[in-house]
């Protein structure tokens, strides 16, 4: 079973930041804190992945909580091609498989 | 386009019948896992293979059997297949330095009638 808790959706407007929020409360000391969306009819795509400090990329930001029992990532300009389901995932690096959940449906309006 | 190329892109078995799926990745990708995904449903750990030998397997029979080649190509085998199959399969793929994450395919969509 997965061990995140995810929106089942979402709605944003073009041009807002996006902020996805996933809860952990499970989270052990060693397992990071993924995030991988899967735009329709293609695989899941990696976007950001923290252990306990925020972390910026080009395409988000992660923010993990003091306690690290949830996290937010946050899309800040988000486009129409932002729209995608979006998994948080917790995990050891270097497991052997991604427990996915039911994710977030994002949905980036006009 | 992300490196890893699944073939083909949709196939259509009927019941009972054999499947081979096939992936092909990156040099140096030395981990390969395939994932199978329902309608609606987020993706389901079938196995993984690590320099061409299982080491992970998820809640599968063992109908579904696989293979990874030095090449950085791999296989999905599904014997017998049920209507239940019927599935987007997705390889994903890591090499050993990489700090960012598995690389998917677009997948296979299987369609058991």
């Known amino acids: 079973d997965a061990k995140t808790t995810q929106p089942t959706s979402m709605d944003c407007a073009e041009g807002r930041a996006a902020n996805l929020p996933c809860n952990h409360s499970?989270?052990?000391?060693?397992?990071?804190v993924y995030w991988y969306r899967q735009i329709h009819s293609q695989g899941p795509q990696y976007i950001i992945h923290g252990l306990k400090n925020n972390e910026t990329n080009e395409m988000a930001s992660l923010i993990i909580t003091e306690d690290r029992k949830s996290s937010t990532l946050i899309l800040p300009h988000a486009t129409l091609r932002d729209t995608a389901v979006y998994y948080c995932?917790?995990?050891?690096?270097?497991?052997?498989?991604?427990?996915f959940g039911q994710g977030t449906r994002l949905t980036i309006n006009p | 386009e992300t490196g890893v190329t699944q073939s083909p892109t949709h196939l259509i078995k009927t019941r009972g019948q054999q499947v081979t799926l096939r992936c092909s990745s990156q040099s140096g990708h030395n981990t390969v896992s395939w994932y199978q995904q329902a309608l609606g449903q987020g993706p389901q750990f079938i196995f993984q293979y690590y320099r061409e030998e299982e080491n992970g397997r998820g809640n599968f029979p063992p109908r579904f059997s696989g293979l990874q080649f030095p090449n950085y190509s791999s296989e999905l085998n599904v014997n017998a297949l049920e209507l239940d199959d019927s599935a987007l399969y997705l390889c994903a793929t890591k090499s050993d330095l990489a700090n960012y994450g598995y690389t998917f395919g677009s997948g296979t969509r299987l369609t058991v009638v």
């Open positions: 499970t989270i052990s000391g060693n397992e990071y």
């Open positions: 995932i917790v995990i050891i690096q270097g497991a052997q498989k991604l427990v």
